[in-house]
């Protein structure tokens, strides 16, 4: 128990270190570079920083056992030698092409949560911002969490690109975990920043603003993509244009105010649907 407790204390702090390194990157750029004027300790800010340090710890632990699961199946069943190939590749390939197939698994997953009304209960929590920074990114439901990095994880392990031999540590799956909680926080800032062409190329936040925004009906449901827009293009759904931000954020449907309520919400939906 005391190793646990241990472990559990250096996580925190290390989350800590985390905060305040983000913090004294994104505020000072927040405030010079600003889309929208807004406060830095905006509605919602203390709740935020609960899911910052929940969802850095809980969905982790909850992946473990359907990922090891998946990955020992399909070791258990490929025999063709791919695996012994995938791990000759060069790790930035690799890297690469983790990026690549794990944002085709991540658009669905999202799209999904969007799609499907169960889902959408639970990834409504993430939408009910009506101001965007850099902290709505951690304002995710754990379990909704847990299924879009699922989703994205799933065809990286099917296809052997984390951990190929599973005889050793393999470093991609974190790289593709801190690279893509990296990019998440960049696509939520409150940053007023374009990048012309590149913009189609790679998720930037007036990309992903357009994803949040609640201007009506044709706005919504576009871009799912967290890294590469060019996915959005490819399913239809991309929206950005060039000289337009949103003008609100949000849903229209009633989302409890306080962090606790949040976690609570979409699960007494469905128990009053059980009963």
């Given at each position: 128990m005391q190793h646990y407790l241990q472990s559990f204390a250096l996580d925190v702090f290390r989350l800590c270190i985390w905060l305040v390194l983000l913090i004294v990157i994104?505020?000072?750029?927040?405030?010079?570079?600003?889309?929208?004027?807004?406060?830095v300790f905006r509605k919602g800010?203390?709740?935020?920083?609960?899911y910052y340090f929940l969802n850095s710890l809980l969905p982790k632990f909850l992946l473990i056992l359907p990922i090891s699961i998946i990955a020992k199946g399909v070791h258990h069943i490929e025999s063709s030698g791919l695996y012994a190939w995938i791990a000759d590749i060069p790790l930035l390939t690799r890297f690469m092409l983790v990026i690549i197939v794990g944002e085709f698994g991540s658009y669905w997953g999202h799209r999904w949560s969007h799609e499907i009304p169960l889902l959408w209960r639970f990834h409504s929590i993430h939408h009910s911002a009506e101001e965007m920074?850099?902290?709505?990114?951690?304002?995710?439901?754990?379990l909704d969490m847990f299924f879009t990095r699922l989703c994205g994880l799933i065809p990286i392990y099917l296809l052997g690109l984390a951990q190929p031999t599973g005889k050793t540590v393999d470093l991609v799956p974190l790289?593709?975990?801190l690279f893509g909680t990296?990019?998440?926080f960049f696509i939520h800032a409150n940053i007023c920043w374009r990048f012309g062409w590149l913009e189609k190329l790679v998720a930037t936040p007036a990309f992903h603003h357009w994803h949040h925004t609640n201007d009506g009906e044709k706005y919504i449901n576009k871009n799912y993509a967290a890294i590469?827009?060019?996915?959005?293009?490819?399913?239809?759904?991309?929206y950005l244009p060039k000289n337009r931000w949103p003008s609100k954020y949000g849903i229209d449907i009633p989302i409890a105010p306080s962090f606790a309520g949040q976690l609570v919400q979409p699960l007494k939906w469905q128990l009053r649907n059980e009963d």
């Open positions: 994104f505020v000072p750029l927040e405030t010079f570079c600003s889309q929208n004027r807004q406060k800010f203390i709740a935020d920083l609960g920074d850099w902290l709505v990114n951690t304002r995710t439901h754990p790289l593709y975990a990296i990019w998440s590469f827009p060019w996915v959005d293009k490819f399913f239809g759904t991309f």
